[in-house]
């Protein structure tokens, strides 16, 4: 509290007139801009969270008979939990827990309830879908070879050891702030005070946390997505053009040099970028759901970054308001991405689209 009131006073500090008009300017696009996107977030979240459950019913009539539909099963857990973080992060914003806990807990206990979820969940939603974007490429380049290794069992254990991984930093986390709920008997029992268990030992935990999962993580996630998607990209355009250049071989037409083989030598030499129909499909769901992965995390990788390596860049610091209204915008533009996959799968999937058709009593095409 010395450290928040010390910046408060800075901020506000007699002599510096232009800081001042500034914060206050700030304050009051905060008072006006919170309750929008919190509200958003909390009106995204009414679509997202049955569309991700509409995706993992999907996959299970189908079956889960593929790695890569195992690998988007898990995706959509994700999504969904970062859905609901997502809707947290609008309602604490809104203050539904200042009538429950004193003012000065409120903002740690909004961190257990929807920041640090919403951090943990997004970071595992960007692992997910590095490691979809990394199983296509292997698949592309090793065809024979991916099909002994990547297994739906080897699947599983990744993806069940990223889920545990990211559920149990969680926990270890947010351990150091529940035990320290107490009742308030001033408040005849209404109000909580929460205690942060400041230890060294914890302290530095969830600083590695931070760091890892603001810096490490989001930037191990992001190379890994650039350079499958640009791979798998190249590999399309390639496919392409073989498409192209087959139909005047197959109607019969030579090669310049005129030699009665030369059609079959044009073709087979092609042959190596050639992609099954089936292939191309999931590639191309799979560039479609990374472009968008890619688009959507950059304003909270960047606000993640910011944290990490700005001191001023804090909630306790001077742009304090800032620094919210900043999260709460990359909190929804990453809400989005976890929402719109099903409207991936309907318009690239053949099989996804017409399970989901019969599941409305629909008749597909």
Same mark, same amino acid.
């Given at each position: ?6 910046? $408060? ?38 679509? @997202? ?11 299970? =009539? ?14 959509a ?25 004193? $003012?000065? $807990? ?6 257990? !309830? ?5 951090i ?8 997910? %879908? ?9 698949? !592309? !380049? ?13 699947? %599983? ?37 929460? $205690? ?23 930037v191990?996630?992001? @190379? ?17 053009k073989? =498409?192209?250049?087959? %139909?005047p ?19 087979e030499? =092609?042959?190596? %970028? ?17 472009? !968008?992965f ?72």
């Open positions: 509290m010395d450290s928040n009131l010390s910046s $408060e006073a800075n901020s506000t500090a007699p002599g510096i007139p232009g800081v001042e008009r500034g914060s206050q300017t700030m304050e009051s696009v905060f008072v006006i801009v919170q309750p929008v996107i919190s509200w958003m977030l909390i009106g995204t979240g009414i679509v @997202g969270i049955p569309a991700n459950i509409l995706i993992v019913i999907v996959f299970c =009539k189908m079956g889960v008979s593929s790695p890569f539909q195992i690998s988007c099963t898990g995706l857990i994700s999504d969904l939990l970062c859905v609901v973080a997502s809707v947290m992060c609008g309602a604490t914003a809104l203050g539904v827990f200042r009538h429950v806990v004193s $003012e000065r $807990e409120d903002q740690d206990l909004n961190n257990i !309830v929807a920041g640090l979820p919403q943990v969940f997004s970071r595992i939603t960007a692992l997910l %879908t590095a490691w979809i974007s990394l199983e296509r490429f292997l698949s !592309v !380049v090793y065809p024979m070879k991916v099909k002994f290794i990547i297994t739906r069992r080897v699947t %599983t254990v990744v993806i069940s050891a990223i889920f545990g991984c990211g559920c149990s930093l969680l926990f270890v986390v947010s351990v150091g702030y529940m035990n320290g709920f107490h009742g308030d008997q001033d408040s005849n029992g209404t109000t909580l005070n929460l $205690e942060l268990n400041e230890g060294l030992s914890l302290h530095g935990f969830r600083q590695f946390i931070r760091v890892s999962f603001g810096l490490v993580l989001p191990l996630a992001w @190379g890994t997505v650039v350079f499958c998607t640009l791979f798998l990209i190249v590999r399309l355009r390639q496919s392409t073989w =498409k192209r250049a087959k %139909t071989i197959q109607a019969g037409i030579s090669s310049p040099s005129g030699g009665p083989n030369a059609g079959r030598h044009t073709e030499c =092609k042959e190596s %970028t050639q992609l099954p129909p089936k292939e191309r499909r999931i590639i191309n769901i799979v560039v479609v759901i990374a472009c !968008v890619l688009v959507s995390t950059l304003p909270m990788s960047a606000h993640l970054v910011a944290g990490v390596t700005l001191p001023e860049y804090s909630e306790n610091g001077r742009i304090r308001h800032l620094v919210v209204m900043n999260g709460l915008a990359c909190v929804f533009i990453s809400e989005l991405n976890s929402c719109v996959n099903i409207i991936i799968y309907a318009v690239s999937g053949n099989q996804f689209r017409s399970v989901l058709l019969r599941m409305f009593g629909f008749s597909p095409r």
